[in-house]
């Protein structure tokens, strides 16, 4: 069965500091998916990013940086010189190949203070 | 392109009545899924349909039921309402190629009450 822990419930950080998210996943397939989505308090889930088991590179987007070990199991992303817009509940998620589920992790709450 | 749309956004209900909620894909998007979100069980798995067949449910009681129609619009329905059934119900659509490996494009959600 699949599994996905984001150990850190809240995080709060100042801004201009950098931040971490964790995330740590379970599955026995050796191909699957992961994602980042930012649940900002309209509710709506907006996709941040998909990387396949195969591609281990990390990645930057400007700010926005992700960190896949496949020899942890983990898929951590870095916010640099976070800003308030950031404030959100972020989640790590999960999918094999041919199905059509996300796996979410609990979510971590990151509020970033003026 | 106008994205997910969720109809209602909120409401309230009382134990035993039954609520539809309603979900309007990407133009294109053949794929929609359900989620639920409540603050103890975070995000879990309602069903998927794709061109009109459930291709996936999730682990719920038989009161929760969904069906989606010839222009990809989906609804879910919720039986006999019970008080955990409070939450965000969240709709999601794609491309269709298995959502799984694609982007999910979210819906605001349609916060329902149970009292």
């Known amino acids: 069965a699949q599994k996905v822990t984001q150990a850190q419930t809240e995080i709060s950080v100042v801004e201009k500091e950098d931040v971490t998210l964790d995330c740590v996943y379970e599955?026995?397939?050796?191909?699957?998916?992961l994602f980042w989505y930012k649940q900002p308090p309209s509710g709506e889930l907006v996709f941040l990013i998909r990387?396949?088991?195969?591609?281990?590179q990390n990645e930057i987007s400007g700010r926005y940086s992700w960190n896949f070990q496949k020899s942890t199991s983990s898929f951590n992303f870095t916010i640099t010189a976070s800003q308030v817009v950031d404030s959100a509940v972020y989640f790590c998620?999960?999918?094999?190949?041919?199905?059509?589920?996300?796996?979410f992790g609990k979510g971590t709450m990151l509020l970033v203070s003026p | 392109k106008a994205g997910v749309t969720q109809t209602p956004r909120y409401l309230i209900k009382t134990r035993g009545q039954q609520v539809t909620l309603s979900c309007s894909p990407i133009?294109?998007?053949?794929?929609v899924s359900w989620y639920q979100q409540t603050p103890g069980q975070g995000l879990q798995f309602l069903f998927e349909?794709?061109?009109?067949?459930?291709?996936n449910k999730g682990n719920f009681p038989g009161r929760f039921s969904g069906r989606q129609f010839s222009n990809s619009r989906s609804e879910m329905n919720v039986s006999t309402l019970e008080l955990g059934d409070s939450a965000l119900y969240l709709c999601?659509?794609?491309?269709?190629?298995?959502?799984?490996?694609?982007?999910?494009?979210f819906g605001e959600g349609s916060r329902l009450t149970v009292l």
């Open positions: 999601a659509s794609s491309r269709g190629d298995r959502a799984g490996t694609g982007e999910l494009f």
């Open positions: 599955t026995r397939d050796t191909t699957y998916y």
């Open positions: 990387r396949n088991s195969f591609d281990e």
């Open positions: 998620a999960l999918s094999e190949p041919l199905q059509s589920t996300l796996t």
């Open positions: 133009s294109g998007h053949r794929s």
């Open positions: 349909y794709f061109s009109e067949t459930q291709r």
